[in-house]
């Protein structure tokens, strides 16, 4: 079976030791013993081990962002737009499990131009999911009284914990969590006006679905 790339070893490598023992109980050695690789190999695909975590953090931030990109340009409303970042949210940890676990687990020892990067792209993510509740509440979908900032932090820290208690072998598949996920949020943040239209429904929980 021929081998997975270098780089690719290092980073699976590096996700299950930083997981499990935590980023400053693991060194380079370590990694490159693990993988069968040299520090040679190593810093051919990374500076340091700063770079390393870096790149763990970024690669599933980019992939969120660029989906949450993707859901506002795909959908023509403002709720179809929020259910849709929401399910590309939720269904991110079928991918990045291991790198959201990480990032909770281990950003605080990401510092300078490397802590900037991630923390800009996490406050884009933010800031578009905030522009698409307050488009909402301008075309009288969404609830005026239910401030938006507090909204999106819910949706955010909603989805986020997921990494302690998602397992994939539940009884629930990811497809299932983010339509409760969508749920919660219209049935919270749905004019009746917005509900009477039937705006949403195809985000909803139907009765047959859950038990």
């Known amino acids: 079976m021929k081998k997975k790339p270098v780089k690719e070893r290092i980073i699976e490598t590096a996700?299950?030791?930083?997981?499990?023992?935590?980023?400053?109980?693991?060194?380079?050695?370590?990694?490159?013993?693990?993988?069968?690789?040299?520090?040679?190999?190593?810093?051919?695909?990374?500076?340091?081990?700063?770079?390393?975590?870096?790149?763990?953090?970024?690669?599933?931030?980019?992939?969120?962002?660029?989906?949450?990109?993707?859901?506002?340009?795909?959908?023509?409303?403002?709720?179809?737009?929020?259910?849709?970042?929401?399910?590309?949210?939720?269904?991110?940890?079928?991918?990045?499990?291991?790198?959201?676990?990480?990032?909770?687990?281990?950003?605080?020892?990401?510092?300078?131009?490397?802590e900037k990067q991630i923390n800009e792209k996490r406050d884009q993510y933010r800031q578009l999911l905030l522009q698409i509740i307050r488009e909402g509440q301008e075309s009288g979908d969404f609830r005026l009284e239910v401030p938006a900032e507090i909204s999106t932090m819910a949706i955010m820290g909603m989805i986020n914990w997921m990494y302690k208690w998602f397992k994939k072998e539940g009884e629930l598949s990811l497809e299932d969590i983010a339509r409760i996920f969508n749920d919660m949020m219209l049935h919270s943040l749905l004019t009746e006006d917005a509900m009477k239209a039937g705006k949403g429904d195809q985000f909803l929980l139907k009765t047959e679905s859950v038990q």
């Open 15 to 114: 996700l299950i030791m930083f997981e499990k023992y935590g980023y400053h109980g693991v060194t380079i050695d370590q990694i490159v013993d693990e993988c069968g690789t040299s520090k040679g190999g190593f810093y051919h695909n990374f500076r340091s081990k700063d770079e390393l975590l870096y790149h763990i953090h970024d690669v599933f931030i980019s992939y969120l962002l660029n989906k949450a990109k993707e859901s506002y340009e795909k959908e023509a409303d403002p709720v179809s737009r929020m259910c849709g970042i929401i399910t590309s949210f939720t269904k991110i940890f079928d991918l990045y499990k291991s790198h959201i676990t990480v990032f909770y687990q281990e950003s605080t020892y990401l510092k300078g131009d490397f």
